[in-house]
């Protein structure tokens, strides 16, 4: 069993626990916007020089955690379009093209553009359609919920890396922002 559904663990395990996404999905499609509208504002800020710098704990380069912010949305559209989520996928590199932070700022803009445009555009705003992800069939809202924590996750981080580098974050996310999203403890878990 793979462990990326908190409610098919309780499941799994016999406990009789309410779980399951806390806001309803257009309330995730707002705070996915907010993130990600503070992730293009957050990103440029960085200098370019650490654009090969590590993020701690982990063998992930400041560009990569950067572009991975966006790329969790974008494989959260594919999925919802029909597209297998693939753990590969989201561990997507960012292409030549992004030479820059403000490059993949400009790209995480239009991801979130299209996010927004789908879900306007979106006849069935329930969230109980069945996607497929590589744990397994999954509700649409569930991994709704998913994407928004994990890129909410990295924003947070990237406000501390830019504190770590003696820039002060324009405008991060807040403790409202998180709000009715399971969003790990600590800054570096997830």
């Given at each position: 069993?793979?462990?990326?559904?908190?409610?098919?663990?309780?499941?799994?395990?016999?406990?009789?626990?309410?779980?399951?996404?806390?806001?309803?999905?257009?309330?995730?499609?707002?705070?996915?916007?907010?993130?990600?509208?503070?992730?293009?504002?957050?990103?440029?800020?960085?200098?370019?020089?650490?654009?090969?710098?590590?993020?701690p704990g982990r063998p992930r380069s400041y560009k990569v955690l950067a572009y991975h912010?966006?790329?969790?949305?974008?494989?959260?559209?594919?999925?919802?379009?029909?597209?297998?989520?693939?753990?590969?996928?989201?561990?997507?590199?960012?292409?030549?093209?992004?030479?820059?932070?403000?490059d993949i700022a400009a790209h995480g803009?239009?991801?979130?553009?299209?996010?927004?445009?789908?879900w306007a555009a979106k006849a069935d705003k329930s969230g109980k359609e069945t996607v497929q992800t590589y744990y397994g069939p999954q509700l649409l809202h569930e991994t709704l919920e998913r994407a928004t924590?994990?890129?909410?996750?990295?924003?947070?981080?990237w406000a501390?890396?830019?504190e770590m580098a003696g820039i002060t974050p324009d405008r991060p996310l807040t403790a409202e922002d998180y709000a009715g999203l399971p969003m790990p403890k600590d800054t570096w878990d997830g």
């Open positions: 069993m793979f462990a990326q559904n908190l409610g098919h663990v309780v499941k799994f395990l016999g406990l009789d626990e309410k779980t399951g996404p806390v806001l309803s999905p257009d309330q995730l499609i707002a705070r996915s916007n907010v993130i990600l509208t503070t992730a293009v504002r957050l990103i440029p800020q960085m200098p370019d020089a650490h654009l090969e710098s590590q993020a912010i966006f790329r969790i949305q974008e494989v959260f559209l594919e999925m919802a379009n029909g597209a297998t989520l693939t753990y590969e996928a989201l561990a997507g590199q960012p292409s030549e093209a992004m030479r820059g932070f403000a803009d239009r991801v979130r553009g299209r996010l927004m445009a789908w924590w994990h890129s909410g996750q990295h924003v947070r981080q501390m890396l830019l």
